[in-house]
């Protein structure tokens, strides 16, 4: 299988003439099937259903193989973007779907929870013709999923691709996306890899956090397989820092450790009422439902449902809480946001979904507190409308109460998805790591080595609150710096 | 491939187990306050229980457990030879261990399982240890012979007076604080035997500690779901630990947030 990215070679070169630029820019941009929203509500099956191979042929159909395409500058993990399309263009799906594994580890992932809106689709060229995007996400799913049920369809046993082993042992702490990318990169390189999980589960928030219905676990799982076919070693239940010590790690044997431990800590917003019953964060009720299955047949772990839920939050993480509330049962579902639509940080398809699916949207809306029953069961809240004042530090325009303007509102549910603090674990448990004022570990941002020789760290222990794709950015430089060293020590 | 084996079991009473069980990687890191999340089976629910024991040779960590609700039931139910499907810990912060002088140990019902390791070490540590093990009767008082073993005086209460004094665990308490100078209480036991510790013991100034056990699911501060009021403050029993200064903590809040799934 040819995965070669050059430009020039010859099948590319007649694909590119087969067709006038004219010819590809007046396709229209493909649609992604989607389930009806009155039907999704009800179920927990994925929301966008793939595009057809016609479908995903016609679109990579559109992309021009820029001679300097800026597309990959836009995407953290750098793939080469339009190799991997013109394969798809010539049919060659698997062999598109193998130049995404060269530099990304979980392309059926990234294909659906990247903002391709604001990376590699915000930079082509389509953009300054006033032409909609090359669908690039669109496009890396669909190879993606095509390989996933080709292994399927046709039984085919997954081998560690034929790498020397140098013999070298590295442990990652944390099996969510930065951990599972840098766990890929580096077994391509020829160390053993373990990767060190707190759950029962490997995939961290790909599991415990983003839901089925936008990123079901068949998916998540078939990618882990991949990479335990590679030789990565994974081990749940075991905390680093607790279960075994940085110590322990060395007498083991590693000569290097990557932590990915995520953003653990939900924050609370710190109003009256907030520990009242029927108040919990997104983490919480996301991980009940999404890791530990509450709510479906033979599971044991319960959740609290309610008929009016108000989740607290304008991010990725809200939507996902709150059209989780909709497929619970909830009558109403809202969102509590304290700017307005036009700020809000959640990708526009996921709000675009969530408004198809019928959550309410209380824009300029600040809780301020929360009353209860007499058993301390969360009935109603009361918030603080806003207005936009000056742009703030963000440079978005900042949110000023209104005087006087409070409203009580009943509630029996309130998720509060106001952003995560890095985990502590980690920086508890090695005293001499340097530690930033909000709680992140500090790393070169080249390297992402830290304060230690030999500890290097990404994803949102780092940033304390980004993106997936982000997070498989750090993964990625990590292993490239981390191998660079090595390789160094060893001559 | 489990390897949280069950090397044995003993009834302590008709809903109270005790399980020795193989983790060899838990028995070596954990110290007195540590806790464990557990899961049994494929749809099992993750709950937090505090370590009573372990043995560094055989591996084991010894577990005791009350069968309240389905997945208590479920653990009381397994036997020797079963496993558990999963363990994860040590967790929390480990009790801090230092001589103060005499040590007043308060256990309730089951809390005296996790009570035991910090007896163990407040004894080695050189303090004079009195511990007050307190139950409904007679029969549901556990681990008195372990108890004894490093304590300098062993005090039972019960509420129809079958052992020891009739009486609830809070008078135990003010009789031995009344009779001499104590320097440190430690109260773990059901939340509100622990609120009216930390009331008699306010009373008379004696620093107190207290073990909280609060509804968790990953117990490795993700969810927040064990959030407590400490002197006002916020605070994630499964991080920050599940130890506290009994004086400062909102045991009214704990006691109703307890009841979420009731």
């Known amino acids: 299988m040819n995965t070669d990215n050059n430009r020039d070679a010859k099948w590319r070169e007649e694909l590119r003439s087969a067709l ?60 080469a973007i339009p190799t991997f399309i013109k394969n798809i263009e010539r049919g060659e799906i698997l062999t598109a779907a193998k130049v995404l594994k060269q530099t990304s580890a979980l392309p059926a992932v990234c294909g659906r929870v990247c903002p391709q809106e604001k990376q ?30 080709n292994i399927k369809a046709n039984n085919i046993e997954l081998r560690p691709s034929a790498v020397e082993k140098n013999g070298m042992n590295i442990a990652v702490v944390g099996s969510g996306p930065a951990g599972l990318s840098f766990a890929g990169d580096m077994i391509k390189k020829g160390y053993n890899v373990t990767v060190y999980e707190a759950l029962h589960e490997i ?58 431990s995520g953003a653990g800590l939900p924050r609370f917003m710190g109003i009256p009422g907030e520990n009242f019953i029927g108040i919990m964060s997104a983490n919480e ?4 439902i999404n890791l530990m299955g509450a709510g479906r047949p033979g599971e044991d772990t319960p959740v609290l449902k309610g008929n009016r839920v108000a989740v607290i939050g304008g991010g990725n993480t809200a939507m996902d809480s709150v059209r989780t509330a909709l497929r619970q049962g909830s009558k109403t579902a809202m969102i509590v946001y304290r700017r307005s639509l036009e700020e809000m ?68 549910l309130v998720i509060v998805s106001v952003g995560v603090s890095p985990n502590p674990l980690i920086p508890n448990a090695i005293p001499e790591l340097e530690i930033s004022r909000r709680g992140t570990i500090v790393v070169n941002e080249e390297s992402m080595r830290s304060s230690i020789y030999d500890i290097y760290a990404g994803g949102d222990i780092v940033r304390g609150g980004a993106t997936v794709i982000l997070a498989m950015g750090d993964g990625r430089r990590a292993a490239a710096a981390m191998d660079k060293e090595l390789m160094k020590q060893e001559k | 491939m489990s390897m949280f084996k069950i090397v044995e079991k003993e009834h302590f009473s008709e809903n109270v187990v005790k399980l020795v069980v193989e983790a060899p990687m838990i028995a070596q ?44 039931r479920k653990i009381c139910a397994l036997e020797t030879g079963d496993c558990l499907t999963d363990i994860v ?21 089951v809390g ?30 556990i681990l008195e012979k372990e108890v004894a073993e490093f304590s300098d005086e062993v005090i039972f209460m019960t509420d129809d007076g079958s052992k020891g004094q009739k009486g609830l665990v809070t008078a135990g308490v003010e009789a031995v604080i009344e009779r001499e100078k104590v320097d440190l209480v430690v109260a773990i036991g059901p939340a509100v035997m622990m609120k009216f510790v930390a009331l008699t013991t306010k009373k008379h100034d004696v620093p107190t500690m207290v073990s909280l056990n609060t509804i968790m699911v990953d117990g490795t501060g993700m969810c927040g779901a064990c959030r407590v009021t400490v002197d006002g403050k916020t605070k994630f029993v499964c991080i920050d630990g599940p130890e506290f200064d009994a004086h400062k903590v909102d045991f009214d809040e704990m006691i109703m947030r307890l009841k979420a799934y009731n």
Do not use: W
């Open chain 2, 112 to 141: 005296v399982a996790p009570l035991l390791p910090i007896i163990k070490a407040m004894k080695e540590a050189g303090n004079r240890v009195v511990s007050i093990l307190a139950a409904r009767t007679s029969e549901l008082i």
């Open chain 1, 120 to 149: 590699c689709e915000s930079r082509c060229i389509y953009n300054k013709m006033k032409k909609q995007p090359v669908a690039i996400g669109y496009l890396e799913r669909f190879a993606a999923d095509f390989e996933r049920e």
């Open chain 1, 20 to 79: 006038s630029a004219k010819e590809r820019t007046s396709i229209p941009r493909a649609v992604i099937p989607q389930l009806d929203p009155k039907f999704r509500v009800h179920s927990n099956h994925e929301v966008n259903q793939g595009l057809s191979q016609a479908q995903a042929v016609l679109e990579a159909t559109r992309c021009l193989d820029c001679p300097d395409p800026q597309c990959i500058q836009g995407c953290p993990v750098s793939i």
């Open chain 1, 285 to 288: 009720y996301l991980t009940r």
């Open chain 1, 203 to 260: 995939g961290g928030v790909l599991k415990y956090g983003i839901p089925e219905f936008r990123l079901p676990n068949v998916v998540v799982e078939a990618e882990i397989d991949g990479l335990r076919a590679e030789g990565v070693n994974f081990v749940k239940d075991c905390v680093i820092g607790k279960t075994i010590s940085y110590d322990q790690l060395h007498q083991l044997g590693y000569d290097g450790i990557f932590v990915a």
């Open chain 2, 29 to 72: 890191s954990r110290r007195p306050g540590h806790f464990v999340i557990v899961r049994t089976g494929e749809g099992g629910e993750r709950i937090p229980l505090t370590i009573a024991d372990a043995d560094l040779k055989r591996g084991t960590i010894t577990l005791v457990i009350q069968a309240i609700g389905e997945s208590t």
């Open chain 1, 345 to 412: 940080p959640a990708r526009v398809e996921e709000v675009h979904h969530a408004q198809e699916e019928g959550v309410e949207f209380m824009t300029l809306c600040n809780p301020i507190e929360y009353l209860a029953d007499e058993k301390g069961r969360v009935r109603a809240m009361k918030v603080q409308r806003m207005e936009l004042g000056e742009p703030d530090a963000s440079g978005r325009r900042s949110p000023v109460p209104i005087e006087g303007a409070i409203e009580e509102i009943e509630v029996d």
């Open chain 2, 89 to 109: 810990g040590p967790l929390g912060q480990a009790t801090h261990i230092e001589k103060v002088g005499t040590v007043v140990c308060c256990g309730g019902g």
